[in-house]
């Protein structure tokens, strides 16, 4: 049965399928001939199957760089997949203006982005009450000496795109590289993962434990983040999410507790490895009673099934002095570290 690809509710693009295009101006009918191929003279269109991201994403490339801009909305697209008899019906015809697929942050366009990697990662530490390193998480940033971008205004815009998948993953792949070239065995390696990008875990989360396993790093080290700004409606598919990586040997972390969707219900249905406090409750803690009662909470109810709390954006010595005295475990924010491409001492350990 045939599925069509809908850019309505950020759904995101999968590695296999069959991407068509129709158009009526002769500008667009050549470039068309020109990249995909003679068109079905029956149904006046042009489809190519691809078998992998990398060929869908050079096939639209391609259309991106030779289209005018006026050429638009007069070309259209449409992406189908091969689903299981038992799923239903789709009703929709799957053709949409094919600048729904492009999205631009910067000098260059998301897709650009993603198959010329055109970013990289930083590490921030993660410490023990006394200072000491025991991780780092990686965090996207622009390559050096390139254009800025916000990390956020790219996942933002590679979601409305559909192509939060293919980015998600590539920066997966960025951070284990990174961890594999500077990070020692027994340190733990934070990396963060959107799950709305992960349509099919066991198939969209391969390419990431294949990179671990060849890399010859111990999946124990390795932490994996939920990171979500979109309501998390599907707990059954965020479990099945945890259960893929948790049967490859992954520590799994929910990030931003207690701030939006990442609530203390949702907290308790996952019960993650560790908890990371998000910076509104820090900022401020050792003189405010309510952000103190709330980490107090966290900390209970994440110690029913074992969970390890991370307070995150930590920046001044006092509100490290009241989460020490609080008992949280371990913390991270600019008083330690800030994110760099190597691993650097720590600020209070140098200080100290």
Known sequence: MVRYHTCQRHAPLRDCGHVEFAADELG????????????????ATWGIRYDNHQQLLQILNGVQRKLQPHLGDNLRCRISYEEEADNPADESDGWVPIGRLFARVGPHE????????????????????????????FLLRPLPDHPPFRPA????????????????REARGSAIRLAKRQVP??????????????????????????????????????VFEVVETERLDDLDHLKRVFAAY????????????????????????LKP???????????GCHADERKQRHIEDVMER??????????????RDEEW???????????????FGKPSPVPMPTRVTARA
């Not at 490895?273 to 900022?283: A, E, F, N, Q």
């Not at 994440?302 to 920046?315: D, I, K, M, Q, T």
């Open 302 to 315: 994440a110690s029913r099934f074992h969970g390890v709390v991370l307070a995150e954006g930590v920046e």
């Open 246 to 269: 948790r049967r490859q040997g992954i520590r799994l972390a929910m990030d931003d507790v207690g701030d939006g969707y990442a609530t203390l219900d949702v907290m308790d249905e």
């Open 321 to 335: 002095q009241y989460l020490r005295n609080a008992g949280v475990p371990l913390l991270q924010g600019y008083l």
């Open 153 to 168: 205004e790219l996942f933002s815009a590679a979601r409305e795109a559909g192509l939060h998948s293919f980015l998600d």
């Open 110 to 137: 998301v897709i650009d982005y993603i198959l010329n990697k055109r970013f990289s990662s930083y590490m921030q530490p993660i410490v023990q009450l006394n200072g000491t390193a025991i991780g780092y998480e």
């Open 185 to 222: 065995a027994g340190v733990k390696k934070f990396i963060n993962f959107l799950p709305s990008s992960i349509y099919r875990p066991e198939a969209c989360l391969q390419t990431t434990f294949e990179q671990i396993l060849m890399s010859g790093m111990d999946p124990a080290d390795f």
């Open 273 to 283: 490895d560790y908890v990371k406090l998000d910076r509104k409750w820090v900022s």
């Open 28 to 43: 667009a009918v050549a470039i068309l001939d020109e990249l995909v191929g003679p068109r079905n003279e029956s149904q």
